[in-house]
């Protein structure tokens, strides 16, 4: 029987998208089948599924509000049922997390420099905003005018919210209680002018990997998992030296066993390819692989971790790759999916 996955696309709205997008890929023949809007929603860049996957909670925009709307999933048909949303004024977020126990939600929001906690009913809906720490600062590149906050997600224990700021080239460590509290414990400064945009925990907890979007770099960070501090380690260009056009670095994502990660280069078009040394930790380059489309904002690995999905923005487009778990090069299997405004790919696991 052939094996197929749900999974799920957050996109703009400025132009011919509708929302939330479901689709479905075929292990077996490593394609894309049936993109299909699951749900209307203004600019739902950036979804997420909580742990055990009944749950999809997106950023969205209400008239000159911004919030998260939530929904709980169909299993049966991968339908998306609205069960409520929370907005406030101003624009949207562009990043959302949830904790694995699925009573707190987290969005980062790149315009209002604000990161809000909110908590969640046990049916999946929102109750309320627990908290809202705003951020302050700016840097030397021309877009470091002011906070803009990419990124905020929970720490492998979840006893700290990481929220990744562009504009100030910092990370703000937050300790988290149950009742969405947040207090600031420790900021990371990275390099000036760097714009540090997403990051992602090897599977140790002890080493974190963060993308920088105005740099193109890679920077390999140790992390103390008592007082949620960063030091840095390393950091490495994303970009060949040669490319001299525009390229903002987009998402980053490790592999389970911790022995690679990818990174997203805008511009490039590319998908960057690190090996990861099994002693220090530290990031070794081994291809760029072109994504076949015009900027993308993110990518995905499938649950089994033998294929790549990239999301082509300006082009509107998925691309698949077949992934060499030995090696970490990337295979292209299908391109030109069509998905408009596509930001970000999840998968239903479940």
């Not at 929370?86 to 126990?101: E, R």
């Not at 939600?105 to 420099?113: E, G, L, Q």
């Not at 056009?245 to 997203?264: P, Q, R, W």
Request: charged fraction near 25%.
């Amino acid at each position: 029987m052939t094996k197929k996955l749900t999974g799920y696309l957050g996109t703009y709205t400025k132009a011919d998208s509708e929302g939330v997008y479901r689709f479905t890929l075929d292990i077996d023949q490593s394609n894309i089948i049936d993109v299909t809007p699951v749900a209307k929603l203004d600019n739902p860049t950036y979804v997420t599924l909580s742990n055990d996957n009944n749950f999809l909670y997106a950023v969205s925009k209400e008239g000159d509000q911004g919030g998260i709307t939530a929904f709980s999933i169909d299993q049966a048909t991968g339908e998306l049922n609205k069960l409520n949303s929370l907005a406030q004024a101003g624009s949207p977020p562009c990043h959302v997390s949830v904790n694995k126990d699925n009573s707190i939600v987290i969005t980062a929001n790149y315009h209002t420099k604000q990161v809000v906690s909110y908590l969640t009913n046990s049916d999946g809906s929102l109750k309320q905003v627990a908290d809202i720490a705003e951020h302050e600062g700016s840097g030397p590149h021309e877009r470091q005018e002011k906070p803009h906050i990419h990124y905020a997600g929970f720490s492998p224990d979840e006893k700290y919210v990481l929220a990744i700021d562009l504009g100030s080239d910092e990370i703000i460590t937050y300790a988290i209680d149950k009742l969405g509290k947040l207090t600031k414990k420790h900021v990371f400064k990275a390099p000036a002018g760097s714009g540090p945009r997403h990051l992602a925990f090897a599977p140790n907890g002890e080493y974190a990997y963060v993308m920088t979007e105005l740099s193109s770099e890679v920077l390999t960070l140790k992390y103390n998992a008592e007082t949620g501090e960063f030091s840095q380690l390393q950091r490495l260009k994303a970009i060949p030296e040669s490319f001299k056009e525009v390229n903002d670095g987009s998402a980053i994502h490790l592999t389970m066993d911790g022995k690679f990660v990818y990174v997203g280069n805008r511009g490039h078009n590319s998908i960057a390819v690190f090996k990861v040394d099994s002693v220090s930790n530290q990031l070794e380059f081994v291809e760029w692989t072109a994504t076949e489309g015009d900027w993308p904002r993110d990518f995905v690995l499938s649950p089994d971790e033998k294929l790549l999905i990239a999301s082509n923005q300006n082009s509107g487009t998925l691309t698949v790759f077949k992934r060499d778990q030995e090696l970490g090069k990337l295979t292209l299997k299908q391109t030109d999916v069509k998905a408009p405004e596509v930001v970000c790919v999840k998968f239903n696991t479940k």
